[in-house]
């Protein structure tokens, strides 16, 4: 029999209303023959006994990730098959599972998928895995059989990147991997809104390619024609390609990371041969943007996330107001701005007052034309809303 942990009385609120995380401050007594271990199935019960939920167990704020309410759903191979077919359904409902144009997307999406700490992309016929939980770590060739389960022939490898995300004081000794089939190639070349794109999920962050900004950057696409543009923390080079396809005159690409600028630079070749007028930077974003004078009429900020979490919230969102403020002070007469968060600690109503006192302070007419999220692939659990996690608004400046 496995570990039992039993709830503070009215602590079971949240539960009954599906939010997938148990705080340990919520926890009373646990039950257990031997001392629990993280990572395994335990099952949660009210003060009084009565069965809620079962999910993974974990050292931390987060006690335990919830994987089912039902009690009678055993977490077995059938179990993982199921949820990842789900999934699979869900993007084939998006027309992203054989797409000529699309062939990389995000199959499971954590929370939104109900599977709390697993994180899958599809590029083309690989599979990238990482796990952000012990549980999930330990359930990583259970999670490998079904998405073989799931896609049959069209996956010939499975990647585990978990190394730089599972817990660290797990002492996991998680190592990057294949852990079915294989790859003789590093880089691999993917299609996305019919742009092509180098991805290296072996070496590259995240999983190899910032997925969740695909529908984001098809608008800065409609935006680009004619204008002069400025990706700032431009990794790879996304929005700098779909710039260039959508017409622009000419775009600068800076991010500090020397290899990521090589990397935006491959890209673009790749798409529109070496004469297109493209330049690269590797240089602090931060600091390039005070010198940029009005070169500029469409600007893309989408920095890495300035606030992990609540406790440096305050200075995230000083940092926020800092850049925009420097963009749009200096920003062409009728240009464009995107900018975006992706602190999951920052609400949609903070980013946009930070942008608003930004606006402010650079004196100059704003209007906000779109308010941007995360796509679909991406999805939110209604009972989670935390996942909302991304969030951008294109400004046009006077």
Known sequence: MGAKIYLRRGKEESLLRRHPWIFSGAIERVECKDEIKE????????KAGDFIARGHYQIGSIAVRVLTFEKDEKIDQEWWNK???IAHDVRRSLSLTENEKTNCYRLIHGEGDS???LVVDIYDTTAVVQCHSVGMYL?????AEALRNTYGERITAIYDKSSQTVPFKAGLNAVDGYIWGSSDHKSHVVYENGEKFLVNWEEGQKTGFFLDQRQNRELVKHYA???????TFCYTGGFSVYAASGGALEVCSV?????AVKLAEENMRLNFGPEYKHEAVAADAVEYIKQIGNKYDLIILDPPAFAKHHKVLGNAMQ??????ARALSQIKSGGILF???CSQAVSKELFRTTVFSAAAIAGRKVRILHQLTQPADHPINIYHPEGEYLKGLVLYVE
């Open 83 to 85: 949820r990842i077919a």
């Open 225 to 231: 024609k004619g204008r002069t543009v400025l990706n």
């Open 255 to 259: 991010d500090a990371s020397e290899r």
């Open 115 to 117: 599977l709390p700490g």
């Open 339 to 341: 900018t975006f968060s």
């Open 39 to 46: 990572g395994e199935i335990v099952e949660v019960y009210t």
């Open 139 to 143: 359930s990583r060739m259970a999670i």
């Open 319 to 324: 940092g926020y107001k800092r850049i925009n």
